[in-house]
Nanobody
Framework: QVQLVESGGRLVQAGGSLRLSCAAS????????MGWFRQAPGKEREFVAA????????YYTNSVTGRFTISRDNAKNMVYLQMNSLKPEDTAVYYC???????????????????WGQGTQVTVSS
C-alpha cells in the first residue's frame, strides 16, 4: 500500500515554470513505477509523464515533450514533475499515480495504476 500527496501547483503566467512534487508513503517506494496525469475541466484524465522504478525509462505525452521532465528520488520517496514553458492549455488538476513493479508503455495508461493522489491545481494564465 502506498499513499501519495501532491504539492506545488499554483497560478503561473504563460512561459513560466513550476515543479510539482509527489510524496509517497511506504518503505517499498523504489519498487513502484510513477506517473503524472492531468485533468482539465470537462475533459478526461490524461497521461502526462511516467518513470520506471529505477528511473531508467521515462515516458511523455507529445504535448509536453521537451518542456516537462519527470524525476524521482527513491531515498526521499519523492517524484517530481518539472514544467517549463507553461501554456494555458497546461491548466489542469495534476495527479500523481503509482504502480507496483510497473513497466513499459502501459505506464501511459490511466487504468494501469493502483494508487492515486488527490491532485494539485495548476493554472496557467495567458
Amino acid at each position: 500500500q502506498v499513499q501519495l500527496v501532491e504539492s506545488g501547483g499554483r497560478l503561473v503566467q504563460a512561459g513560466g515554470s513550476l515543479r510539482l512534487s509527489c510524496a509517497a508513503s511506504g518503505r517499498t517506494f523504489s519498487t513502484y513505477a510513477m506517473g503524472w496525469f492531468r485533468q482539465a475541466p470537462g475533459k478526461e484524465r490524461e497521461f502526462v509523464a511516467a518513470i520506471s522504478w529505477s528511473a531508467a525509462n521515462t515516458y511523455y505525452t507529445n504535448s509536453v515533450t521537451g518542456r516537462f521532465t519527470i524525476s524521482r528520488d527513491n531515498a526521499k520517496n519523492m517524484v517530481y514533475l518539472q514544467m517549463n514553458s507553461l501554456k494555458p492549455e497546461d491548466t489542469a488538476v495534476y495527479y500523481c499515480a503509482a504502480r507496483l513493479t510497473g513497466t513499459g508503455v502501459q505506464l501511459t495508461t490511466t487504468g494501469y495504476y493502483n494508487y492515486w493522489g488527490q491532485g494539485t491545481q495548476v493554472t496557467v494564465s495567458s
